[in-house]
Nanobody
Framework: QVQLVESGGGLVQPGGSLRLSCAAS????????MGWYRQAPGKQRELVAR???????RYADSVKGRFTISRNAAMNMVYLEMNSLRPEDTAVYYC?????????WGQGTQLTVSS
């Protein structure tokens, strides 16, 4: 089992920056990928960014060039650096972790981009 706790959400003005963090605990040795999803009101949950153990990353087209996902060597922390934030980035952001056969989710952290 893996437990995930996100932090760093809040209210940001358009054009601003923010970093989300996610701490993993439990069976972290089994984690082979971590990522971030988001869900805006009335919309489906969508992948924002994902990083695997090798460091390979994948991003949603809507955040490419603005967001950067990174992780520490132990694969027990994952970060999402968000720049040039837009009102349409407003959502609850969820941290995820994957091992063989399981997906784990954090409780989510709210990001609101508004002036």
């Amino acid at each position: 089992q893996v437990q995930l706790v996100e932090s760093g959400g809040g209210l940001v003005q358009p054009g601003g920056s923010l970093r989300l963090s996610c701490a993993a605990s439990g069976s972290i040795f089994s984690i082979n990928a971590m990522g971030w999803y988001r869900q805006a009101p009335g919309k489906q949950r969508e992948l924002v960014a994902r990083i695997i153990k090798s460091g390979f990353t994948r991003y949603a087209d809507s955040v490419k060039g603005r967001f950067t996902i990174s992780r520490n060597a132990a694969m027990n922390m994952v970060y999402l650096e968000m720049n040039s934030l837009r009102p349409e980035d407003t959502a609850v952001y969820y941290c995820t972790a994957e091992d063989i056969g399981n997906d784990y989710w954090g409780q989510g952290t709210q990001l609101t981009v508004s002036s």
